[in-house]
């Protein structure tokens, strides 16, 4: 397992001026991390973090990781494929998928990170589901003949939860549709907040073995640990479930400290080699 990290944590970075994704992956690397996933915005919004989408500027950002040795290893795009207001808008989420995904593939982005909806009232659930599945389809049957991973991410209202994703997976089976698990997403979590945390670590159990990407929410690092879970449990199914991919940390305050991102990244890597030697000598099976 690696570390990584995501844009969002410098949202706030982002805002300055003559902050650019080249500033962005400076900083990961100096922060001493492997990976980075990239906010690419919405369907009608300016490109965010990533600066833009012509193919050019795209390879360039790519090429510019690969000297500073870290991994644009995933693509994060916004999306609503069950916007019933204005059917026009619902399409051009489907394509706005479709043209990262092939961006991605032209890039050597092997994800692509997106969502599936949100409820709104005029329609049952079973037709919004549809919508989703529908477009899911769609975008997974460019995936594969492109060759990147469509990962989903338990962030939206339709399809929230791993027993609800694993019905989309099989209704839409492809080999190319994955998960993106950010274990506290839809959970009470958090400073202050543990109610949730044995629904939490069961619903990452579940999306964990079809992951492609991964993120972890940081809260604060408090006396050594994390704030707000256990995070040898949460490494430990990840390895469990074979996981080998990247955790993209999302710092949730985005005036926080960056300090924040690095004393955090110790912690996980400690944890992942405890559990790492763990697993060597047979402790985790």
């Given at each position: 397992?690696?570390?990584?990290?995501?844009?969002?944590?410098?949202?706030?970075?982002?805002?300055?001026?003559g902050?650019?994704v080249?500033?962005?992956?400076?900083?990961a690397v100096?922060?001493?991390?492997e990976?980075?996933?990239?906010?690419?915005?919405?369907?009608?919004?300016?490109?965010?973090?990533?600066?833009?989408?012509?193919?050019?500027?795209l390879?360039?950002?790519?090429?510019y990781a690969r000297?500073?040795?870290?991994?644009?290893?995933?693509?994060?795009?916004?999306?609503?494929?069950?916007f019933i207001?204005?059917?026009?808008?619902?399409?051009?989420?489907?394509?706005?998928?479709?043209?990262?995904?092939?961006?991605?593939?032209?890039?050597?982005?092997?994800?692509?990170?997106?969502l599936?909806?949100?409820?709104?009232?005029g329609?049952?659930?079973?037709e919004?589901?549809?919508l989703?599945?529908?477009?899911?389809?769609?975008?997974c049957?460019?995936?594969?003949?492109?060759?990147?991973?469509?990962?989903?991410?338990?962030?939206?209202?339709?399809?929230?939860?791993?027993n609800?994703?694993?019905?989309?997976?099989?209704?839409?089976?492809?080999?190319?549709?994955t998960?993106?698990?950010?274990?506290?997403?839809?959970?009470?979590?958090?400073?202050g907040?543990?109610?949730?945390?044995e629904?939490?670590?069961?619903?990452?159990?579940?999306?964990?073995?079809?992951?492609?990407?991964?993120?972890l929410?940081?809260?604060g690092?408090e006396?050594?640990?994390?704030?707000?879970?256990?995070?040898?449990?949460?490494i430990a199914?990840?390895?469990?479930?074979?996981?080998?991919?990247?955790?993209?940390l999302?710092?949730?305050?985005?005036e926080?400290?960056?300090?924040?991102?690095?004393?955090?990244r110790?912690?996980?890597?400690?944890?992942?080699?405890?559990?790492?030697?763990?697993?060597?000598?047979?402790?985790i099976?």
């Amino acid at each position: 397992m690696r570390i990584g990290l995501h844009s969002y944590s410098c949202r706030h970075a982002f805002k300055k001026p003559g902050y650019s994704v080249f500033n962005f992956l400076d900083d990961a690397v100096n922060w001493g991390f492997e990976s980075v996933e990239i906010v690419t915005g919405g369907a009608g919004s300016p490109p965010s973090d990533i600066g833009g989408d012509d193919p050019a500027h795209l390879k360039k950002v790519c090429a510019y990781a690969r000297e500073r040795n870290i991994e644009v290893h995933c693509f994060a795009t916004y999306n609503d494929f069950a916007f019933i207001k204005n059917e026009n808008w619902r399409q051009d989420n489907i394509a706005y998928i479709q043209h990262w995904i092939r961006l991605a593939a032209a890039c050597g982005v092997p994800n692509l990170r997106f969502l599936s909806g949100y409820y709104s009232d005029g329609r049952t659930n079973e037709e919004l589901e549809k919508l989703v599945i529908d477009a899911t389809k769609i975008c997974c049957e460019l995936a594969e003949r492109e060759g990147v991973n469509l990962a989903f991410e338990n962030h939206s209202s339709i399809f929230p939860y791993a027993n609800d994703i694993a019905r989309l997976m099989s209704l839409v089976n492809s080999p190319r549709l994955t998960t993106c698990p950010d274990p506290t997403n839809g959970f009470s979590i958090g400073r202050g907040k543990t109610d949730d945390l044995e629904r939490m670590y069961a619903n990452l159990a579940l999306l964990a073995p079809k992951a492609s990407d991964a993120h972890l929410k940081i809260f604060g690092v408090e006396d050594g640990s994390l704030v707000g879970y256990d995070i040898d449990r949460i490494i430990a199914i990840f390895a469990e479930a074979g996981y080998d991919g990247p955790l993209h940390l999302e710092l949730v305050d985005a005036e926080a400290d960056p300090e924040i991102l690095i004393r955090a990244r110790q912690v996980i890597k400690a944890s992942i080699e405890r559990i790492e030697q763990g697993s060597a000598a047979g402790e985790i099976r």
